[in-house]
């Protein structure tokens, strides 16, 4: 008897276990995961927090939000931004969230940018993110935004200003969470043809070649 529920104890580990490597991303995401996945570029992740948190006055339904994906080549680049509208002669940009390799060379110097404000936060075991606080710049923004480096990637949460501990709660989040991988297959990278004659093999037309001719 105590072995099945030593067995049972050990599947329900394993289960609970699955369930934490499998983590989804917010609910509003979930409708446009494939988009988001066929923009990752072949060789990058992304990671996007388990729940999107939204403060201050309006009520505003995180699962109500507009979701775009903006995927940039030059360099490569993934922004997910959140909009409370579709088009409107006023902005209705709520936040964004951005992936890019650590190899780019934009991405190393706005990190610095983010490193220089000395605001540096623990988002996960070996993970340090810095704050950047948009009314604090010059020129101010309405803007501020979490930037850090994990696993060969560089990400950044943005949101306006008076959401700063949600912005910090998100990034954390972020930085738990397993990584949405690319559907892209990556390049073929073809091999040129050989210039060189195959090894025992003679190049010159056989006689029966010449007798043809």
């Not at 923009?39 to 388990?50: G, K, T």
């Not at 902005?91 to 650590?102: D, H, I, K, Q």
């Not at 501020?144 to 700063?164: C, D, K, N, P, T």
Request: a negative charge; glycine letters at 6%; aromatic letters at 6%.
């Amino acid at each position: 008897m105590n072995r099945c529920w030593l067995a049972l104890a050990i599947v329900l580990g394993t289960v609970g276990h699955a369930i934490e490597v499998v983590a989804r991303p917010a609910e509003v995401f979930l409708p446009h995961l494939e988009q988001i996945r066929l923009s990752i570029p072949p060789d990058d992740v992304l990671r996007l927090p388990s729940e999107i948190l939204l403060g201050g006055p309006g009520g505003l339904n995180p699962n109500e939000l507009i979701v775009k994906v903006f995927p940039s080549s030059a360099p490569a680049r993934l922004t997910i931004s959140l909009f409370t509208c579709e088009s409107s002669p006023f902005p209705c940009l709520v936040g964004s969230f951005t992936a890019e390799s650590a190899g780019s060379a934009n991405a190393q110097r706005e990190l610095a940018r983010h490193q220089a404000m000395d605001t540096p936060i623990t988002l996960a075991q070996g993970v340090r993110g810095y704050l950047q606080e948009g009314p604090s710049l010059n020129p101010p923004s309405d803007f501020s935004s979490v930037m850090w480096e994990q696993e060969g990637m560089i990400y950044s949460v943005s949101f306006l200003a008076s959401e700063r501990q949600n912005i910090l709660f998100m990034a954390r989040s972020m930085a738990i969470q397993p990584p949405i991988f690319s559907m892209q297959v990556p390049p073929v990278r073809s091999t040129p043809p050989s210039t060189e004659p195959s090894m025992g093999v003679s190049t010159e037309p056989s006689a029966g070649d010449r007798l043809t001719r």
